[in-house]
């Protein structure tokens, strides 16, 4: 079944820690692991896009890996400030069934204290 | 400005009372699709449309239907809302079904008693 799994579900840190967020995942065949944030009460914004080709990409002070061989990809935030605070979602996409399918985890949600 | 936009973005309505939700978008993007997104499931794809006329069922399409006559817009209408159906949904559209990035609305909390 494909499915995508993130953790740790919840998340609380201080103002300019730095923290991981992880997903795995088991879409198969694989096109693309994009992660979103998303503020209470606004749609998922786009923060990074990786192809199965790409071990790295960063946004800012935000960096994801991916590691398509074990089906893992975190999303690092370097130096967190307040406005981190929000719900990271991890969606992996992909041809299932003769279908594009977008396949979304259920959300890290992120409090960053001061 | 690029966006897309839902309307209304807080409904509460009863049982049996039909409703439409609105989603249009500026961007002359092909590819639209409505989500729904409930307390600890990720967002799951309710309907989506490559381009007009053209729209196929999602994952869990029951109880809604969609329309497709103008590139722009794509409501959501919702023939006898039910209390399940209580819940955030979201509309997006992108340049293409395949396409890297896909431009979310600000969402839509339904209720229905």
């Known amino acids: 079944k494909n499915q995508v799994e993130q953790s740790p579900q919840s998340l609380i840190i201080l103002e300019g820690k730095n923290c991981t967020l992880q997903?795995?995942?088991?879409?198969?065949?694989?096109?693309?692991l994009r992660w979103y944030k998303q503020d209470t009460g606004r749609g998922p914004v786009s923060l990074t896009i990786?192809?199965?080709?790409?071990n790295t990409k960063s946004n800012g002070r935000y960096t994801a890996t991916l590691d398509a061989d074990t089906k893992q990809s975190s999303l690092h935030i370097t130096a967190s400030q307040l406005s981190d605070s929000a719900s990271y979602i991890c969606?992996?996409?992909?041809?299932?069934?003769?279908?594009?399918?977008?396949?979304f985890g259920s959300g890290t949600r992120l409090l960053v204290r001061p | 400005e690029a966006q897309v936009t839902q309307n209304p973005r807080y409904l509460i309505t009863v049982t049996g009372k039909k409703l439409t939700v609105t989603c249009s978008q500026n961007?002359?993007?092909?590819?639209m699709s409505w989500y729904r997104q409930d307390p600890g499931l990720g967002l799951r794809q309710i309907y989506y449309?490559?381009?007009?006329?053209?729209?196929d069922k999602g994952d869990v399409p029951e109880g809604y239907k969609v329309s497709r006559k103008e590139k722009r817009n794509f409501p959501l209408i919702l023939e006898s809302p039910s209390p399940n159906q209580t819940s955030l949904y979201f509309c997006?559209?992108?340049?293409?079904?395949?396409?890297?990035?896909?431009?979310f609305g600000p969402g839509t909390r339904l209720t229905v008693t």
């Open positions: 997006a559209s992108s340049p293409q079904q395949s396409s890297y990035e896909q431009y």
């Open positions: 997903c795995n995942y088991t879409v198969s065949p694989f096109s693309n």
């Open positions: 990786m192809t199965f080709s790409e």
């Open positions: 969606v992996v996409s992909g041809w299932m069934d003769s279908s594009y399918k977008l396949i």
């Open positions: 961007m002359n993007h092909e590819y």
């Open positions: 449309s490559m381009n007009v006329e053209v729209t």
